[in-house]
C-alpha cells in the first residue's frame, strides 16, 4: 500500500534493535503476538527506545489485523492514542513499531500501592479522552469501535499519561448518521464484553462503554475483573454490582487507598462506573459525558473539602445534600430514553434476529463485485425488508421517521454496519 511506504521499516534493523528478539528486550504479549524493546533510528531522526509488536499466527490473529492496525493508527492521532511509528512487512515477518510506552499497561499496577487516587483518576482521564476522540472522530473520519477495551490495553508512559491501544479488533462505522450499528461475530476479553454485544453479536460504542466501566471497577477495586486459575475470588462486575446496589462500596475499594478518597469524588467515581455496566445500552453515558464526570471527580479530589467516606465506625456516612449534585452530572438515568430511541431498540433486537437472512443478501452483491453502498444493494435491502420476517421492522423504521437504510460490509469477517437517516 502506497499510503504507507513511508512507515517502512527494514527487518534487518529490527533483528539488530531487538538483538533478534532475544528474551532480556521481551516486555509482553497479547492478542497479535510477542512484544520486545529495543533502539532504532526513526525515520533518520536519531535512535529512540520503541516497542515492536510481532505477529503470531498461532494467538489467533493474522494479516487483516496487522492492516486494520496501521491503517487506523496512520489516521487516527491523539495523546491518549498510542503512535505507530512503522511497520516491517519481509520474509513471511508482519511487525508493528510503536512509542515506547516504559511503565508498561495499566492491569499491572491495579494492586500497586504506590498509585494513588489521583493518579488512578489521571489514568482514566486520559483512556476516556482517547476513547471519545475514537468516538467522535473530527471532521470526515469515520467512528472508531475499539471492541477489546480492558486494563491491559491502555500503556502508560514514564509520566503516568494513558494511551489506548491495540486496535486489531477495532470497527469504523458512519459517525454522522443519525443512528449507526455493527452486527459481527463476538469478539472481545472475557469479563470485559458488553453482554449485550454476547448474546446478539450487536456492537455499538456503547459496548465500549461497558468495558470502560469494567476498567473503572478494576481501578477502584485494585484488581482484574477475573481472578486467576491460582485465585477463589468472586468476579469482580457481580461484586461491584452488589455492593454498589447494597451500599457497601467501601468493602471492595483496594485498601491502599481507601482512606485517601474524598466522599464526593467516590460517589461521582462509582455512579459513572454502576452506569457504563447498565444492560440496556441506552441508559450509558456517553464517552465524551464520561470524560467529563471523571474530571468532576478529580476536581473534589483535590479540592480542600476532604470529608472521610467512613465514620469513627467504619460505616459509611450519608451525603443526601451531595445525591442532587451527583444527578446533575450523570445521565444514566432512565428518564433520558425517548419513546423513539425504545421504539428504534426494539427494531435493532429484530435486525439482530434477522441478521443472517440479510447478510446473505449483501454477501450477494459483494461476489458480484457491486459497490458497498449503491442503488442495486439499496433495492436489495428494501426486498429483504418486504419479506414476512422483516415486515415489522420496516413497520418499525417508519415510525422512528428512518427514510433510508444503508449497509457497509467488512469481507473479512461478514460483519454489517447499517446506518439509518
Request: charge should be negative; hydrophobic fraction near 35%.
Amino acid at each position: 500500500m502506497k499510503e504507507f511506504e513511508h512507515l517502512k521499516v527494514q527487518l534487518e534493523a529490527i533483528i539488530l534493535a531487538t538483538n533478534n528478539f532475544a528474551a532480556e528486550n521481551f516486555i509482553g504479549k497479547g492478542g497479535f503476538g510477542k512484544v520486545y524493546k529495543g533502539e532504532i533510528d526513526v525515520h533518520s531522526k536519531g535512535k529512540s527506545m520503541v516497542a515492536f509488536k510481532r505477529l503470531d499466527r498461532a494467538f489467533g490473529q493474522g494479516n487483516p489485523e496487522f492492516w486494520k492496525e496501521i491503517m487506523m493508527l496512520s489516521i487516527y492521532r491523539h495523546e491518549n492514542i498510542v503512535s505507530l511509528l512503522g511497520f516491517c512487512d519481509e520474509s513471511d515477518e508482519k511487525i508493528l513499531m510503536y512509542e515506547y510506552a516504559s511503565k508498561r499497561s495499566l492491569d499491572l499496577y491495579l494492586n500497586n500501592n504506590d498509585l494513588s487516587w489521583i493518579q488512578r483518576l489521571n489514568i482514566c482521564i486520559g483512556a476516556a479522552r482517547g476513547l471519545a476522540y475514537l468516538h467522535n472522530p473530527v471532521g470526515n473520519q469515520l467512528r472508531v469501535l475499539h471492541r477489546d477495551i480492558k486494563s491491559s490495553n491502555i500503556l502508560l508512559d514514564e509520566n503516568w499519561n494513558a494511551m489506548i491501544s491495540d486496535f486489531g479488533l477495532s470497527k469504523l462505522g458512519p459517525a454522522n448518521q443519525r443512528f449507526s450499528f455493527l452486527v459481527s461475530n463476538v469478539v472481545g476479553t472475557i469479563g470485559y464484553c458488553d453482554p449485550l454485544y454476547a448474546e446478539t453479536g450487536f456492537v455499538t460504542k456503547e459496548s465500549d462503554v461497558y468495558s470502560f466501566g469494567v476498567v473503572l471497577f478494576e481501578v477502584l477495586c485494585g484488581r482484574l475483573c477475573v481472578s486467576n486459575n491460582n485465585e477463589k475470588r468472586q468476579p469482580l462486575i457481580g461484586l461491584a454490582r452488589e455492593s454498589y446496589e447494597g451500599n457497601k462500596i467501601n468493602n471492595i475499594i483496594y485498601t491502599k487507598i481507601k482512606d485517601e478518597i474524598n466522599t464526593k469524588s467516590l460517589k461521582v467515581f462509582t455512579t459513572l462506573a454502576y452506569r457504563c455496566l447498565k444492560r440496556d445500552h441506552m441508559e450509558r453515558p456517553l464517552m465524551t459525558e464520561i470524560v467529563r464526570v471523571l474530571e468532576s471527580a478529580l476536581h473534589y479530589q483535590v479540592s480542600e473539602d476532604q470529608t472521610s467516606f467512613y465514620n469513627n465506625d467504619g460505616e459509611e456516612e450519608e451525603d443526601c445534600s451531595f445525591e442532587k449534585e451527583v444527578d446533575h452530572h450523570m445521565i444514566g438515568d432512565s428518564s433520558h430514553i425517548s419513546n423513539e430511541n425504545k421504539r428504534l431498540r426494539e427494531m435493532l433486537m429484530i435486525i439482530c434476529d434477522n441478521y443472517n437472512s440479510l447478510q446473505t443478501h449483501v454477501m450477494e452483491l459483494i461476489q458480484n463485485k457491486e459497490p458497498l453502498v449503491s442503488n442495486p444493494m439499496k433495492r436489495k435491502v428494501d426486498e429483504t425488508f418486504q419479506q414476512s420476517s422483516w415486515k415489522r421492522t420496516n413497520e418499525e423504521l417508519s415510525k422512528t421517521g428512518i427514510q433510508r437504510v444503508y449497509v457497509h460490509t467488512d469481507p473479512s469477517d461478514k460483519s454489517l454496519v447499517l446506518s439509518m437517516c
